[in-house]
Nanobody, 124 residues
Framework: QVQLVESGGGLVQAGGSLRLSCAAS????????MGWFRQAPGKERNHVAT????????DYADSVKGRFTVSRDNAKNTVLLQMNSLKPEDTAVYYC?????????????????WGRGTQVTVSS
């Protein structure tokens, strides 16, 4: 079965950095667009970043552009989210999602598989 497992979350002070990882198994990793989404308490799940099947195309929410970098290593079936200059408003559970590479957008309902999430808390 398909499994996505996020890791790397934690507590960090504003201005700090975290690197999130998503390890995928049970799928042909390079056949999927990979996305990062986040959800704060009482809020909807929002798009953070997307990387296409090859890693050659990325897309970022305006709120994280210039601070976050998404990348993937298809040899390791892993997608990364490097988060720098973190702000308290970045606090959320971060989820990794996968969708067949015919889609590379921001709509979470199009994504077929999800991890359980990893908590990121940024203190001021």
């Amino acid at each position: 079965q398909v499994q996505l497992v996020e890791s790397g979350g934690g507590l960090v002070q504003a201005g700090g950095s975290l690197r999130l990882s998503c390890a995928a198994s049970g799928l042909t990793f390079s056949s999927y667009t990979m996305g990062w989404f986040r959800q704060a308490p009482g809020k909807e799940r929002n798009h953070v970043a997307t990387v296409n099947w090859s890693g050659g195309t990325t897309d970022y929410a305006d709120s994280v552009k210039g601070r976050f970098t998404v990348s993937r290593d298809n040899a390791k079936n892993t997608v990364l989210l490097q988060m720098n200059s973190l702000k308290p408003e970045d606090t959320a559970v971060y989820y990794c999602g996968a969708v067949p590479r015919g889609y590379s957008g921001r709509v979470y309902s199009y994504y077929n598989y999800w991890g359980r999430g990893t908590q990121v808390t940024v203190s001021s």
